[in-house]
Structures are given as C-alpha cells and as structure tokens.
C-alpha cells in the first residue's frame, strides 16, 4: 500500500476508534493500537512494516515523531512544579509500588527467559503508572492528589529507567560487556542532563521569560513550532550523549511547562498562559501520537492466538499485584486503613502511553522479541481497560 493511502487509512481509522473508546470513558490508545493490530501482521497483513521499503520507512518516521511529541506531552503535563510539592506519603506509594512490581515482573521474565536486559524491560513497563489515565477516573476521589503525585513519581522513575536501558542496549549491542560501571555511568548523564534543563529552564523560562515574545504570534503557531524544534533539539543531544532521543524530548516537556511557574500579574494573563499550553498539547496529540500507537500495533507480528497465555496471565497477574501490594504497603506505612488501601492500589495499576513507548525500544533494538512483544502489549492494554473498571467497583463508599 503506497504512503498516503496507508497514513489516510491509518489515521482516520485510528481516530474514529480512538475517540469511540474516548466517548465510553476508555483510553484512545486502546483503539489506536487495535487499529495497528487488526492491518498489520497479525490479522488482515494490509499493511506490513518492512525494513527497506520506502512505505514502511514513511510510516515509521512518522511514528517516530509521534513519540517524540507523546514524550514532549508527558514532560509537560509532569510538571516541575508540581514535582517539587509532592507529599511524602505520595513518594512512599509511588516508591513501594515500583520497586514492588519491578521486582516481580523481572522474576518472572527471567524464570521464562533467561535474559536479564530483557527482563529490565518487562519490568519497567510493568512498573509505571500512567498519570494520564489516573488523573481522568480519580477526578472525584479524595485521594486524587495523592494519586496523581505518585504517578507523576512514577514517570520520573521510568524515564530514567528507560535511559539506563538505553545506554545498556548500545553497550550490548556495540559488543560491550555489560558491567555495573554503565548503569553508574548512565545514571550519572541522565542527572547532569535533568540538571542542566532544569537550571536553563529556570534561568530563561522562570526568571527571564524568553518565552514572552513568543506569545505575540500565538495565532500564527510560534509557539508550537518552538515546542517542537526544542524538543527535536534536545532529543540530538540526548542520542549524541548516549541516551534515547525521548529523554530529551521528555526534557523540553519539562522545559516548557514551567511556565506555569512565572508569577501572574492579573488573572487574565495565567487563563491565557493555560489555554496557550492546552492548545500546544492538543495540536500536538491530535495527529502525530495516534501514528505512534498505530505502529506499535503494526509491529504486533504474531496472530493473537499465538500469544502464550500462561505468561500472559502471570505478567498480568504481576502488573496488578505489584500495585495492590506495593501501593497498599505504601499507603498503610503513611498511615491509610482499610477500603482505602485498595482504591489507592487499584488506580496505580493504570498503565498507559510511556509503557508503550520503553516496550517499542525494546522491540527495535532487538532486546524483546515478538512473541514477548505481544504479551506485553497485550498486559498494557488489559491493565488500561480493567483499572478504571475496577476503580469505580473498589471506590464506592
């Protein structure tokens, strides 16, 4: 199928299903994926993703820089600020509910492979929580700032973990042992990176507002053009410094959202700094991610009646479990009780966009293979279309 029949079809079907799903209170990158899925491979084979062929070239650089903005996205809806005001007790949940199903996702990938950089990944996809998703079922809970901190946590752990296994795929790959001196050696350029954006961020968007001018030509998209160009630029320097591009892609979210921080005279100026950074999001979100979800559903090679269901069900088993155990054990050591525990357990189990995006780096850089692939994209998306389900059920007073 030749580019732009393929990207028509692709993307008008993955937003008439993406926002179906949106309408009945599920995430849009369900049916994103599905859409993928039901083309590619694994079902109908309309459209295969083949390496060399100008089409499928096409598509994945599209993809690509669908996952960069999904990054640019995230970094911005993490907010810095709000980072810096989490609570202690949301740092315990969001700790013990990591390091919980972190562990128990990476015992059982490695008792069924026998890898351990391929166990990393499992268990870093199933160790996050998808801000997103929580932050849309927990809008009438009480918990919900608790819960969204520990999520907005639970994105910096994975970042960073995704920047750990970056590094360690290059060496694997470059012929390298793979020794603890790079785990220390990545984690010391993941730091110094986050630290040299957040004192740039401070010293031009916080303190100077270089970003001031930009709002004159809001109407002519400026400002979107620059998200886009810092995130692109930070994404080369992320790559040429040893990490994946979208850890700087993630950065200049960051960046950019700590306009939020500048101190506003009047009222009408923070509504207008609101709008102009939900309309970058939305602008952004609205063509170039769904593309992203697409792909991953395109690189879904197996018939989902190939899927080894006894993994399946033990990593999605580990994906809930970890939450509810780690979560809950967080949550009662800050001193929560009873029904409680559960619906601050069950809403962490969300999984979502960046667990996808760490899964397809895997794919491509050979660590994961196809049928682990598909397990895990099957996990990522029975847990997204349970939690908020099982919320509404464990939630009710």
Not at 201 to 217: A, D, P, Q, T
Not at 244 to 266: D, K, N, Q, S, W
Not at 357 to 363: E, P
């Given at each position: 199928?030749?580019f ?5 079809v ?8 993406g926002?179906?799903l949106?309408?009945?209170?599920l ?11 039901v083309l590619?491979p ?10 060399g ?8 650089g ?9 990054m640019?996205?995230?970094g911005?809806?993490?907010r810095f ?8 007790k ?6 013990s509910?990591f390091?919980?199903t972190f ?20 268990a ?8 997103e998703?929580v932050?849309r ?26 920047g750990i296994l ?29 630290i040299?954006?957040?004192?740039l961020?401070?010293e ?13 030509f809001?109407?002519r998209?400026?400002?979107l053009?620059f ?5 692109l630029v ?14 700087g ?15 506003m005279?009047?009222?009408?100026s ?22 992203f ?13 190939q ?11 580990a ?33 979502g966009?960046l667990e996808?995006a ?7 850089s050979g660590?994961v ?29």
């Amino acid at each position: 199928m030749e580019f732009l029949l393929a990207l028509l079809v692709l993307l008008l079907l993955a937003k008439i299903f993406g926002e179906a799903l949106h309408y009945i209170g599920l995430s849009s990158l369900i049916g994103e994926v599905a859409v993928g899925i039901v083309l590619g491979p694994a079902l109908l084979g309309w459209i295969i993703i083949t390496p060399g062929d100008p089409t499928s070239e096409a598509i994945r650089g599209v993809a690509l820089l669908g996952l960069i903005v999904l990054m640019l996205v995230a970094g911005m809806n993490s907010r810095f600020d709000m980072l810096m005001k989490v609570k202690f007790k949301a740092f315990v949940i969001a700790i013990s509910g990591f390091a919980t199903t972190f562990t128990i996702g990476f015992g059982i990938s490695y008792a069924w492979s026998q890898q351990f950089l391929t166990s990393l990944f499992v268990a870093a996809v199933l160790s996050n929580t998808a801000t997103e998703i929580v932050i849309r079922f927990t809008e009438h809970s009480p918990f919900r700032d608790l819960m969204v901190g520990a999520a907005l946590i639970d994105d910096i752990f994975a970042v960073y973990v995704l920047g750990i296994l970056s590094t360690a795929t290059l060496s694997q790959t470059s012929g390298h042992p793979l020794d603890f001196s790079v785990f220390i050696w990545s984690t010391i350029g993941i730091v110094a990176f986050f630290i040299l954006v957040v004192f740039l961020s401070r010293e031009l968007v916080v303190k100077r507002n270089i970003m001031r001018r930009l709002w004159k030509f809001e109407q002519r998209g400026i400002p979107l053009t620059f998200a886009i160009i810092l995130a692109l630029v930070l994404a080369t320097v992320a790559q040429r410094i040893g990490l994946h591009a979208i850890i700087g892609a993630y950065m200049a979210g960051l960046f950019i959202g700590r306009l939020r921080e500048r101190p506003m005279v009047t009222l009408q100026s923070r509504i207008r700094l609101n709008t102009m950074l939900e309309s970058i999001t939305t602008s952004l979100q609205s063509i170039l991610t769904p593309m992203f979800f697409v792909f991953v559903g395109l690189s879904f090679s197996i018939n989902p009646g190939q899927i080894n269901l006894v993994l399946l069900l033990a990593l999605t088993i580990a994906a809930f479990g970890g939450k509810l155990l780690g979560c809950g054990a967080g949550a009662a050591a800050v001193g929560y009780k009873g029904r409680d525990l559960a619906e601050i357990g069950t809403a962490m189990c969300a999984r979502g966009s960046l667990e996808l995006a760490i899964l397809q780096f895997g794919l491509l850089s050979g660590v994961v293979g196809s049928g682990l692939f598909a397990v895990m994209v099957m996990t990522a998306l029975i847990t997204t279309i349970l939690t908020p389900i099982l919320y509404k059920y464990v939630a009710r007073k």
